[in-house]
T-cell receptor
Framework: EDKVVQSPLSLVVHEGDTVTLNCSYE??????LLWYKQEKKAPTFLFML????IEKKSGRLSSILDKKELFSILNITATQTGDSAIYLC?????????FGAGTRLTVKP | ETGVTQTPRHLVMGMTNKKSLKCEQH?????MYWYKQSAKKPLELMFV???????ENNSVPSRFSPECPNSSHLFLHLHTLQPEDSALYLC????????????FGSGTRLTVV
């Protein structure tokens, strides 16, 4: 059965810390992996990763995919309180997008 | 605003009530989705519509009934729900049936009492 597992489930850090969020997947006919940020209700798109080993960056956020080991990481450097959110990972195959349970990140001042 | 609008934002209903959730997208997308998000669980896909035709129903109980009258509107009709159906219901859309990425609405927080 296809599954996506995120770790940790929750994380509390202080402003300025660097965090790494993990996502492992087992999905048949895997096409791509996506990261979303969910602050209040609507998840918003962060990254889509299709190729192994190519880092994608957006400001303080970056992500990379390892298709051999079937995982992805999301890094956030110099965290700010506005980074507090649930981070969702989803693996996409030809038919469906399967989500993980998310990592709840809390950044304290 | 994401371009996907859901109403109402909050809904409290009794187990014998009938209510409907509404979703509207202004992005010109051709596919629309209903997801259920329960605490500490992954987002669960409920229904997918592509060009107004239902293409997927992930074994959802019949007390949830979707309707897609056109490519911009999606409804979820609810009747005789159970307390365990309390959750955040998210609508999403994508350009086509291949959801390279989804645009989500803000959701309806449903509480069944």
């Amino acid at each position: 059965e296809d599954k996506v597992v995120q770790s940790p489930l929750s994380l509390v850090v202080h402003e300025g810390d660097t965090v790494t969020l993990n996502c492992s997947y087992e999905v048949t006919n895997f096409r791509s992996l996506l990261w979303y940020k969910q602050e209040k209700k609507a998840p918003t798109f962060l990254f889509m990763l299709t190729s192994s080993g190519i880092e994608k960056k957006s400001g303080r956020l970056s992500s990379i995919l390892d298709k051999k080991e079937l995982f992805s990481i999301l890094n956030i450097t110099a965290t700010q309180t506005g980074d507090s959110a649930i981070y969702l990972c989803a693996a996409y195959n030809n038919n469906d997008m399967r989500f993980g349970a998310g990592t709840r990140l809390t950044v304290k001042p | 605003e994401t371009g996907v609008t859901q109403t109402p934002r909050h809904l409290v209903m009794g187990m014998t009530n009938k209510k409907s959730l509404k979703c509207e997208q202004h992005l010109g997308h051709n596919a629309m989705y209903w997801y259920k998000q329960s605490a500490k669980k992954p987002l669960e896909l409920m229904f997918v519509y592509s060009l107004e035709e239902r293409v997927e129903n992930n074994s959802v109980p019949s007390r949830f009934s979707p309707e897609c009258p056109n490519s911009s509107h999606l409804f979820l009709h609810l009747h005789t729900l159970q307390p365990e159906d309390s959750a955040l219901y998210l609508c999403a859309s994508s350009q086509d049936r291949s959801p390279s990425w989804l645009t989500f609405g803000s959701g309806t927080r449903l509480t069944v009492v």
